[in-house]
């Protein structure tokens, strides 16, 4: 039971163009939301977070969305850059109120990305 | 660079054989988790260590174990190793919540 999903293996744009990557998820205790880059031969590099009190976070080129009523957050990159090209993944996590979870990360399968110059 | 150190980065052995992987946490950072990916899945969280304490465990078989130490290290043991252990492990680091900092892996070939 896959409880993140990335439902396409693979995102093609050109560069200076928008990259949206896509993430559903199912589990409703999950509260706690992150994209990660990886390139080959590496581990994952965090990216940008989001907290399920926020619907929306920037941090440069990046912006991510949470629309928890569809369980479903984006991860937005603008303009998109051939240094860009690399696997996103989609994580989530309980954290919860008591601040006593574990903070271990659910991942998605992963979305290759790919800038054309 | 992440800060978080993994070694070997790769690592050849036979079946039925045992191994350990190694991860040291960046400087600071308390809690330590395990995450295995195989071929054509995600990563999948094996277990964590909070300060030397096992914090929380997942998917991971019983043939595995994992340590954390005084020192913050931490050693991932696979005994009995079969064919379907051949994947990259990652080590990731927190300093005690999100967002976790993951080292480049080691990457397990069982023939």
């Known amino acids: 039971d896959q409880q993140v999903k990335q439902n396409s293996p693979s995102l093609s744009v050109q560069e200076g163009r928008i990259s949206i990557l896509n993430c559903d998820y199912t589990?409703?205790?999950?509260?706690?939301f992150l994209w990660y880059k990886k390139y080959p031969a590496e581990g994952p590099t965090f990216l940008i977070s989001?907290?399920?009190?926020?619907d929306k976070n920037e941090d440069g080129r990046f912006t991510v969305f949470l629309n928890k009523s569809a369980k479903h957050l984006s991860l937005h990159i603008v303009p998109s850059q051939p240094g860009d090209s690399a696997v996103y993944f989609c994580?989530?996590?309980?954290?919860?109120?008591?601040?006593?979870?574990?903070?271990?990360?659910?991942f998605g399968k992963g979305t290759k990305l790919s800038v054309i110059p | 660079d992440s800060g978080v150190t993994q070694t070997p980065k790769h690592l050849i052995t036979a079946t039925g054989q045992r191994v350990t992987l190694r991860c040291s946490p960046r400087?600071?950072?308390?809690?330590v988790y395990w995450y295995q990916q195989s071929l054509d899945q995600g990563l999948q969280f094996l277990i964590q260590?909070?300060?030397?304490?096992?914090?929380a465990k997942g998917n991971i078989l019983e043939r595995f174990s994992a340590q954390q130490f005084p020192d913050l290290h931490s050693e991932l043991n696979l005994s009995s190793l079969e064919l379907g252990d051949s994947a990259l492990y990652f080590c990731?680091?927190?300093?005690?919540?999100?967002?976790?900092?993951f080292g480049d892996g080691t990457r397990l070939s069982i023939l």
């Open positions: 990731a680091s927190s300093e005690i919540h999100l967002p976790q900092h």
């Open positions: 589990n409703s205790m999950f509260d706690y």
């Open positions: 989001i907290s399920s009190i926020k």
């Open positions: 994580a989530a996590s309980r954290v919860g109120g008591s601040g006593a979870g574990s903070y271990q990360l659910t």
């Open positions: 400087s600071g950072d308390l809690s």
């Open positions: 260590y909070y300060n030397g304490e096992e914090r």
